[in-house]
């Protein structure tokens, strides 16, 4: 558990600063998503996107003094949960459309996290924030709700993938504190996270085949860029605020999500789907709202 002095102060939680920018971080965290469920070889993708912020992150990590040694365990366990992240939600995007997935990875993560903040961090939910658990676990259950696109199938790995997020998210709240620098912690996990995922590659695929379109790699670009820029602001929020509330704030993106797969992937806009969707963006920000 963190020493109280590492315990940021609730005041912060939702100061317009923290919400403006993890609102922002949930929308370009959408997006990368949607890239991703766009292309046909995904792990290429991610490998791709894996070696662009590093390039971004390396610079960083050698300016910035380094973590200090009490963070690195989190830091490097992070890392390595990340990558079990990646292969999770690509099999996930194997069996189901993104409208269906994303809102059941997204959904679950808010709860698990503030259960994983309570044990490990001495974080406190009060009693309004079940409101807001309710309206995100009651969204979760009607987006899956009759859907014939691989949403049922896809519930256990998506609820699995939901549980590695919390994962990585208790333990980062927990090392950026310890380090006192965002940037610095961010730089240095994506230089880590980057090495392992090439390696991944290499034992599915046997080589390292860097290759592509151009319009792939343009892709590929952007996605490892707004992959990184949305960890480094919700890094930057997790060292300034408890980690269920802007875990919750963040999970807003389902909304993004769900009208990104509507208006460029062709996927279905139900007036149900919609309506889950409202009430996973409404339990988030109930969660971040009555946090204390």
């Not at 949607?34 to 390396?58: C, E, K, N």
């Not at 079990?84 to 269906?100: E, H, Q």
């Not at 046997?206 to 960890?231: M, P």
Request: aromatic share 10%; with cysteine.
């Amino acid at each position: 558990m963190l020493p109280g002095s590492l315990v940021p102060d609730r005041k912060l939680a939702m100061s317009l600063s923290v919400a403006g920018l993890v609102l922002c971080a949930a929308m370009l965290h959408a997006t990368w998503n949607a890239l991703l469920r766009t292309q046909a070889d995904r792990l290429w993708l991610v490998t791709v996107m894996s070696f662009v912020s590093t390039v971004i992150g390396l610079p960083f990590a050698i300016a910035m003094p380094l973590p200090p040694s009490a963070a690195w365990p989190y830091l490097l366990v992070s890392a390595a949960v990340q990558v079990i992240y990646t292969l999770f939600l690509l099999l996930c995007y194997r069996v189901a459309d993104l409208g269906s997935v994303y809102p059941v990875i997204r959904g679950s993560v808010p709860l698990l996290v503030s259960l994983g903040a309570a044990v490990f961090a001495g974080e406190r939910p009060g009693l309004p924030s079940l409101l807001g658990i309710g309206l995100v676990s009651f969204g979760i259950m009607a987006m899956v709700l009759g859907q014939q696109n691989g949403g049922a199938k896809a519930l256990m790995p998506a609820f699995a993938t939901g549980a590695v997020i919390a994962t990585y998210t208790v333990l980062d709240g927990v090392g950026v504190r310890l380090t006192g620098n965002s940037i610095s912690y961010t730089a240095w996990i994506f230089v880590v996270y980057g090495t392992l995922v090439p390696v991944v590659y290499l034992v599915a695929r046997g080589r390292l085949v860097v290759r592509g379109r151009a319009s792939e790699a343009r892709v590929a670009t952007l996605a490892g860029a707004g992959q990184l820029a949305t960890y480094a602001i919700v890094l930057w929020a997790y060292r300034l605020s408890p980690l269920g509330p802007v875990s919750a704030l963040r999970e807003t993106s389902v909304v993004f999500a769900a009208l990104i797969g509507w208006r460029f992937l062709g996927e279905r806009l139900t007036a149900a789907r919609l309506g889950a969707c409202a009430a996973i963006a409404t339990g988030a920000c109930c969660l971040s709202y009555f946090a204390t």
